[in-house]
T-cell receptor, first 112, second 112 residues
């Protein structure tokens, strides 16, 4: 079993829809939870990160962490065709500068 | 400002050959990471440098893989006796010794 599980999709939704992306994990030592966006043939781009449990909002994006369930989510409101990409969740331990453990990535397409 | 750069962007080599992949991190970033991403998968950690020293090399798959960062800036990932299974995108990331890691565009390695 992988430390971080993420449904690879693909996920296809109409423009303007609310998108929900999720990951589960097994390692209780994870304290930092990130979401990266990766366009085709590009490197991952950090969208946002959360420390421990709780919610964090940045524009149209909201990240949620539920450590009791070992479950994290990313919500995208008012989705746009430019949001079409692969979304990767990633996690690391308590100390800031540490290796990231990634999920498989969910491929998302927003249809105009 | 300038982001993380990686050269070459593409590398095709024959099985058994030696290859070097280069990473130029963001200026001033003390931490540098190498990851490997296979098709349809999330990045997998290889090695992490803090300054000139390898702080964590637990992700290197075997002794054919080696990385250096002699002056605490540019890093080179070296692969000896390449195998077809080494074909992947090799990603480099740098960080100002914090949880935020900034990725380069990657080097796509194909071993024929």
């Amino acid at each position: 079993q992988k430390e971080v599980e993420q449904d690879p999709g693909p996920l296809s939704v109409p423009e303007g829809a609310i998108v929900s992306l999720n990951c589960t994990y097994s390692n209780s030592a994870f304290q930092y939870f990130m979401w990266y966006r990766q366009y085709s043939r590009k490197g991952p781009e950090l969208l946002m990160y959360t420390y421990s449990s709780g919610n964090k909002e940045d524009g149209r994006f909201t990240a949620q962490v539920d450590k009791s369930s070992k479950y994290i989510s990313l919500f995208i409101r008012d989705s746009q065709p430019s949001d079409s990409a692969t979304y990767l969740c990633a996690m690391s331990g308590l100390r800031g500068a540490q290796k990231l453990v990634f999920g498989q990535g969910t491929r998302l397409t927003i249809n105009p | 400002g300038a982001g993380v750069s990686q050269t070459p962007s593409n590398k095709v080599t024959e099985k058994g050959k030696y290859v070097e992949l280069r990473c130029d991190p963001i200026s001033g970033h003390t931490a540098l990471y190498w990851y490997r991403q296979s098709l349809g998968q999330g990045p997998e950690f290889l090695i992490y440098f803090q300054g000139t020293g390898a702080a964590d090399d637990s992700g290197l798959p075997n002794d054919r893989f080696f990385a250096v960062r002699p002056e605490g800036s540019v890093s080179t990932l070296k692969i000896q006796r390449t195998e077809r299974g080494d074909s992947a995108v090799y990603l480099c990331a740098s960080s100002p010794d914090s949880v935020e890691q900034y990725f380069g565009p990657g080097t796509r390695l194909t071993v024929t």
